[in-house]
């Protein structure tokens, strides 16, 4: 029985695994152009990075959010950098 349900606990946690993998694929659909200039290339990673320390302020907050979860940080420079390498961001 004790067997039984470790085999159970491990289904639910690669069922889990697959799902929240699923959901970053999907997330993964939204692209922004941060830095407005048509094209998306690494330049956009480093004024993503410049808006982060500070030096400069931008009109369009949103175009920063380049993966989509509403948020300005890091993950958004690699997310683009991730992009740029055509992987999963
Ligand atoms: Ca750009
Ligand atoms: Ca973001």
Avoid: C, W
Avoid at 7 to 33: E, F, K, P
Avoid at 71 to 88: G, T
């Amino acid at each position: 029985m004790k067997k039984i349900f470790k085999s159970l606990i491990g289904g639910v946690v690669l069922a889990s695994m697959a799902v929240s993998s699923l959901a970053v694929s999907a997330a993964n659909t939204h692209t922004t152009d941060p830095n407005g200039n048509g094209i998306i290339d690494i330049a956009d990673a480093v004024y993503v990075s410049g808006y982060l320390h500070g030096n400069y302020e931008v009109s369009d907050i949103y175009a920063l959010d380049f993966n989509g979860d509403l948020l300005v940080d890091d993950y958004d420079s690699l997310a683009i950098q991730r992009y740029l390498a055509k992987m999963d961001y």
